[in-house]
């Protein structure tokens, strides 16, 4: 282990870099330098060493200059330009999570689950160099400025740190492939044909019109304590695959959300004055009831949450209503 005390896995079952963080000219170019020391040594990636580039842009830029090139020469997989693996969005076996594993990325999110929807992944940050080293050494415990990798003809070396790289190219970026394909003037002709029992695609149908009337004495569905983001909210990984579905992607809904009670993510205690009972539900199950009754029912919230480290007292929630006067105001609901 590369830290018995922490559990931390010294093998690194996969290196990725790039996404929208860091996928910069100048972050692949660095990443582009340790590969090609890597090559004159005859030494490639030693685990499934990922590349995903941020934009069309940077992807034809880096591929028109060679440092493509030179992370393919070490095995690099270039995936589509896209969030990619950072949110969870890579073909990753089953296998590979069943059991507690490491890998490496150059992503600026590492809590549990985020990268690939698995809480027994352990996912360490670096930057895009550090990262390749890595992806070399196939350890954790690697440090590049001291340890010695073995090349091909089975001497040892070191890697030197990567030169000075340029922000942008001297020949200026390469837009790449057009991927914007103006709709015609008058498509209501158009049909869009999706089959009904889908789970990936639904078609929108349009709400009903507001009547100009503020929602008044909205039920508060859900109280969120401590740091809730956009990924407790909404939690990143398998979940992507519903993202043409609104109904369907809508169950993961505050899945990573923290209530008071109980205290875990995704639960919900509701309560039954009749039985005098209390339930712990999933927070979709709770709130999924309320959306067959209509905007009429004024069941519409918003939730915010109080972050734990708050000295002074913040409501949790806030529920739009009309004042007196007929002006909008937020009231705060008991915390």
Known sequence: MADPKNAFLDKISNALIGSCTNSSYEDMSRAADVAE???AHGLKASVPFLVTPGSEQVRATIERDGQMQSLKNINGVVLANACG????????????TATPNTIVTSYNRNFPARNDGSATTMNFIGSPEIVTAMALAGR????PLTDSLTGADGKAFKLSPPKTAPEVPAARFDRGRPVYVAPPADGSAIPLQVDPKSQRLQLMEPWPAWDGQDFKDMPILLKAKGKTTTDHISPAGPWLRFRGHLDKFSDNMFMGAITPTPARPGRVRTSSPALRVRHSRRSPATTRPRASDGPSSATRTTVRARAASTPRSVPDCWAGRRSSSGASRESTSPT
């Open 37 to 39: 020391q890597a090559k």
């Open 85 to 96: 693996p950072c949110i969870g969005q890579w073909r990753r076996a089953s296998s590979e």
């Open 140 to 143: 954790l415990s690697f440090n």
